[in-house]
């Protein structure tokens, strides 16, 4: 799938990560891509995405007076061009199929990079953050494992939704990416305790408390490996046991962003320009000391666009990312949730691409819903029928209330 692939590279403009032999592959497969949108005739669809993406366009006004436009330009480009494309072929993919097709297509390449992960990982160190996930570093790597026990709930069934489910929410926590398991966690706990049958709920409250109960004594043995030493020092800052390491650090990324936003309110300090306007206490610079790493963003998108754009246009920019309230029971909705939880903790806003690409889905789909003729074709009917669905595992069948 072309939304998959793009989503999963992460970059429209060239990425030195993507390249071989001197050439920008990612760059040159996201031209391929826009080619065969023409070529299809799929064009129309992406002139109505770049119309009801119009307010990002408020974003890049703020390059104007940014003091590092080139990294602003390029984190707006690839928010904007890859999700114009990325929708464009997921929407044209639930037009020929239907949601619950995609989404299991989704599922199945997602299931091929984790076991390729796996296989990866088993022979360069299973628990070593430093290792890749095969083709993906952590946090991209468990943004799409994220995504793929989500969709697991609405497109499987029986036994194997949750043994789905469980399998991607497990890969999200192998990354120790605290940003997408604090978002696959709350979102699968909403999912079992408030759109699952009263067993399943039951199951996630006899889990949940014997989680809880049992983890104080496993946490002294896991303690050794960094891997897993990266979750156990969140509850250290939950019980009150200590610093925190990048919890501390995304504190005090936050509480920066908001002297910048109350010192830039109207205007910000430009797109791109986070990083030359921060002051962050000493403490996070000696704890990056040992790293090759300086903070461009504040791993906070909402933050991010708020303090670079400043906050008038920065809410109208953020629009978008919100469409899929209006339907907010639709199965993709509750992707679009989980990730703005992870951009509330981790990455930057190109990385929101995700998320954004999502939202127009849900948009799209309940304008055909609405205003589409739904008894023209199978193809309509199934639009109006996957928005409030609790399932597309057993989807409704024709003339069902």
């Known amino acids: 799938m072309a939304a998959f692939a793009l989503l999963s590279l992460g970059h429209a403009l060239p990425d030195p990560r993507t390249e071989a032999l001197g050439l920008p592959l990612n760059t040159i497969a996201f031209g391929l891509f826009c080619l065969s949108i023409v070529a299809t005739g799929h064009s129309r669809v992406a002139l109505i995405l770049a119309v009801m993406l119009a307010p990002l366009h408020l974003m890049a006004l703020s390059l104007l007076w940014s003091e590092n436009p080139d990294y602003g330009a390029t984190k707006w480009i690839n928010l904007y061009a890859l999700t114009i494309v990325s929708a464009t072929f997921l929407f044209s993919a639930v037009q ?3 949601l619950r097709s995609v989404f299991r297509m989704w599922i199945t390449l997602c299931a091929v990079l984790l076991v390729a992960a796996v296989l990866y990982r088993l022979q360069r160190g299973f628990f070593d953050r430093d290792v890749s996930f095969a083709v993906h570093g952590p946090i991209t790597f468990a943004r799409q494992m994220g995504i793929a026990a ?63 109960a049992s983890f104080p004594f496993a946490v002294e043995p896991l303690r050794g490996e960094p891997t897993l030493a990266r979750l156990i020092e969140v509850y250290d800052h939950i019980m009150g046991q200590g610093a925190a390491g990048s919890i501390e650090d995304r504190a005090e990324l936050s509480r920066s962003t908001l002297e910048i936003i109350r010192e830039n309110p109207f205007f910000g300090v430009g797109l791109g320009g986070w990083g030359t306007a921060v002051v962050l206490d000493q403490s996070v610079w000696d704890r990056l000391a040992d790293y090759d790493y300086v ?107």
């Open 96 to 98: 020929l199929t239907s």
């Open 295 to 401: 903070y461009k963003y504040p791993h906070n998108m909402f933050l991010e666009v708020l303090s670079e754009v400043g906050v008038p246009l920065g809410l109208v920019s953020l629009l978008p990312f919100f469409y899929f309230l209006i339907a907010p029971r639709h199965p993709a909705a509750m992707i679009c949730a989980f990730g703005l939880i992870c951009q509330s903790a981790s990455g930057d806003l190109q990385d929101g691409a995700n998320s954004l690409t999502f939202a127009m889905i849900v948009a799209l789909t309940w304008v055909r819903s609405r205003f589409a003729d739904t008894a023209s074709t199978p193809s309509a009917r199934n639009f109006g029928e996957q928005l409030n669905s609790t399932t597309l595992a057993h989807p409704p069948t024709a003339g069902a209330p």
């Open 150 to 212: 989500v969709m697991s709930f609405f497109a499987l069934d029986g036994y194997r939704r949750w043994v789905s489910v469980l399998a991607f929410s497990a890969a999200v926590a192998w990354t120790a990416s605290k940003g997408p398991l604090l978002a696959i966690v709350t979102v699968i706990m909403y999912l079992a305790l408030f759109r699952a049958t009263i067993t399943v709920r039951l199951v996630t409250i006899a889990i949940i408390a014997a989680i809880v």
